[in-house]
């Protein structure tokens, strides 16, 4: 066992520290402003109005503007909008429901209609196209329950399998390190106020499954140190974790290097689309090396026996 300065397990308090302050930075600017969740997680109607050409920001805000005039002219109140590019630009704008649903498919008639008229001339020449599609409470909430349980579900298959693949301390240490992975996403996507909607949800599930890659290599390096250390002298739980993090940092930190540096290019010169998904990548990819590399063996100590130096005995596993 490896006897030279590398102690990431002896400074755990602070690696702790660190994310409990994003996170809880994070819960104070959700419990002021809200996460700026998308259209798909807000019941209501959505008007999509597309042109298949790209839109300068003065020829969005212009079409922009004219759009909502219109919706707000039907005594309606516009709760979101929101600019996408899918072969062109599209303008989505979100307004609550408004009465019994007769009285809403009337009212979304009646938009409809009025915007057709306004935009006749394009129409015509099929470079614009008018969608209106209105989305239940229900069914957004159901949505967002859905890819919940999706998240929950996962975790607990991986900690299933960590639990049988090594140890039971080791698979909720995964766990609560994945958790925290989570928690920093959503914090920093709360904080710099990006867009919550299905991307999101994608970019999560995408960053659980390649953080535990990385944790279940440092565990499998804690299990075979764990073997060899029962023969030794003076060999602590603290030793087998820092051993195991150091023969695996530079694969981590390379891994990790390499993907970030193709997601900020995209997040940088990709579409709006894109870039939201980007983001809560770059934020995962960083929560995710930091929490297999500081949090997750750092967890496993002190589940393994509460202290850092705990001597290793001979077990099962």
């Known amino acids: 066992m490896s006897k030279k300065q590398f102690d990431v397990i002896g400074k755990s308090k602070i690696w702790f520290l660190i994310p409990a302050i994003i996170i809880v930075a994070g819960i104070v600017v959700m419990l002021m402003l809200g996460l700026n969740t998308g259209i798909e997680f807000e019941g209501g109607t959505i008007v999509n109005v597309t042109f298949n050409k790209d839109l300068t920001d003065a020829e969005y805000n212009t079409e922009l503007s004219k759009t909502v005039k219109i919706i707000e002219s039907n005594g309606l109140v516009v709760a979101q909008t929101q600019k996408s590019y899918d072969n062109g630009t599209s303008i989505l704008v979100r307004y609550e429901n408004k009465g019994t649903e007769d009285e809403m498919i009337a009212l979304n008639e009646t938009v409809k209609s009025t915007l057709t008229e306004s935009y006749r001339a394009q ?14 409470n229900t069914a957004s909430q159901e949505l967002l329950l859905r890819a919940t349980i999706a998240i929950v579900a996962a975790s607990i298959v991986m900690l299933v399998y960590i639990g049988f693949r090594f140890d039971w301390k080791s698979g909720l240490a995964a766990i609560i390190a994945l958790i925290v992975n989570v928690l920093f996403m959503v914090s920093c996507t709360a904080i710099f106020q990006i867009q919550v909607n299905t991307s999101f949800i994608a970019a999560i599930i995408t960053i ?3 953080s535990i890659n990385s944790t279940i290599i440092i565990f499998d390096r804690v299990r075979e140190y764990k073997k060899k250390a029962v023969h030794l002298e003076k060999v602590t739980k603290k030793d087998i974790a820092n051993d195991a993090i150091k023969s695996s940092f530079t694969r981590t930190i390379y891994a990790t290097f390499t993907t970030l540096a193709t ?7 990709a579409l709006p689309s894109i870039r939201e998904f980007a983001l809560p990548i770059i ?3 960083l929560a995710g090396s930091f929490s297999s590399i500081c949090i997750a063996p750092a967890l496993w100590v002190v589940l393994s026996g509460g202290k850092l130096n705990d001597k290793v005995k001979t077990e099962s596993k």
């Not at 129409?123 to 239940?136: L, Y």
């Not at 997601?263 to 010169?269: D, F, M, R, Y």
Request: avoid cysteine; aromatic fraction near 8%; hydrophobic fraction near 60%.
């Open 123 to 136: 129409i015509d020449d099929e470079a614009v196209g008018i969608t209106i599609e209105t989305i239940s």
């Open 208 to 210: 659980i499954a390649y």
């Open 263 to 269: 997601i900020t290019v995209l997040a940088v010169i």
């Open 283 to 285: 934020f995962g990819l």
